[in-house]
C-alpha cells in the first residue's frame, strides 16, 4: 500500500510542475507578442490620437507596468487557487466569460470520447474474430488512411458532403454559447465524428495490438480447448487484457481534444472554449488565455493522472516493477 502512495504522490508532484510549467510558458509567450492588449483592442486610426501620457496611464491602471516576476507570481497563484480574475477591457470575470463555452467544449469532448471507446471496441473485437481476413484487412487499411487525416481535412471534407452534397445538416452551427444542453448536444453530433476520426484509428491499432496479444496467450487457447465461442472468448477473456496498454492512448486522445477541438470548433463555427480562446487571443485578453490555458493542461494531466491509478490497479506487473516505483 506504501508503494502505491509513493507512485501516486510523485505523479501528483509531477503534476504539479507540469501545470507550473505551463503557466510559466503561456505567460512569457503573451509577453514577448508584439504590442499589448491596448495596441490590440484600441483601433489604429483611435490609437494616434492617445497621447503617451495617456497610453502610459492606462497600461499603469491595468498592472501592465509592473516587473514582470512580480506578475507571474501573482498569475501562478491565482491560476492555482482557480481565482482567474477578469477580462482586461470588459472587466467581467473570466470564469463567467469562459463557463459556458467550457460545457459546451466538454460536452463535445465527453461525447467523443464515448463515440470512439464503443466504434474502437467494436471494430476491435470484430478484427480479432479472424486476424489476418478480409474483414481485419479491411479495417486496418481504413484506420490506417483515417490516422493520416488532420483534423481540419476532415472537418471540411464531413462540411462538404453532408452540409453541402446531402444536405443534412447545416455548414455551421448557430446556436448561442449559453444554449440548451439538448440543443449542444445535437449540434455537436458532425464535431464529434470530425475528432474521432483520427483518434478512433490510433486507438484501433493499439487495441488490436493487443487482443492479437491476449489470444495467443495460454489461458485463451485453454478456453478455446474447452469449446468456447470465439465472441466470447474475444470479449470476456482477451479484451480486460487489451484494454489495460490501450489506457495511456486514452489520455493522449483526451489531450488530443484539446488542440483538435480548436480547429474543429473553428471550422463548425461550435460556440465552445476554442473558439472562445481565439477571441481572446485576438483581443489580447491575457487573463483569459492563461485561464482556458490552465484548464486545458489540468484536464490532460488529470486524464494522464487517472489512466496511470487505472494501471497500477488494473496490472500487478506495475505495482510489482521498480521502474514504476
Known sequence: MSRIAGMVAKRLLMAVFILSFTALIVFLGTEVLPGDVLTATIPA??????????????????????????????????????????TIIMREPVLGRILHPMINSAILA????????????TLGVLSSMKPGGRLDNAISGSTLFAYSMPDFVVSNVFVIIFAVWLGIVPAVIIAPTNASKLTMLVAAILPVLALCVSGAAYQYRLLRAG???????????????????????????????????????????????????IIVEAVFKYPGIGTELLRAL???????????????????????????LAIIALDPRVRTSSKYG
Do not use: C
Not at 215 to 243: C, F, K, M, Q
Not at 282 to 304: G, K
Open 110 to 121: 465527453a461525447m467523443a470520447l464515448v463515440v470512439m471507446l464503443a466504434l474502437v471496441i
Open 211 to 261: 487482443l492479437i496479444e491476449a489470444l495467443n496467450s495460454d489461458y485463451v487457447e485453454r478456453a478455446r480447448l474447452a469449446g468456447i465461442p470465439a465472441w466470447r472468448i474475444s470479449i470476456r477473456h482477451a479484451l480486460p487484457s487489451a484494454l489495460i496498454p490501450m489506457l495511456n492512448g486514452t489520455a493522449y486522445f483526451v489531450a488530443s481534444l484539446l488542440s483538435g477541438s
Open 282 to 308: 485576438a483581443q489580447r485578453e491575457i487573463p483569459t488565455i492563461q485561464a482556458i490555458a490552465f484548464i486545458a493542461a489540468l484536464a490532460v494531466v488529470m486524464a494522464n493522472l487517472l489512466a496511470d
Open 45 to 86: 486610426d483611435e490609437l494616434q490620437f492617445y497621447s503617451q501620457e495617456q497610453l502610459d496611464r492606462m497600461r499603469r491602471d491595468l498592472g501592465l507596468d509592473r516587473p514582470v516576476p512580480g506578475r507571474f507570481l501573482e498569475v501562478w497563484y491565482n491560476l492555482f487557487t482557480f481565482d482567474f480574475g477578469s
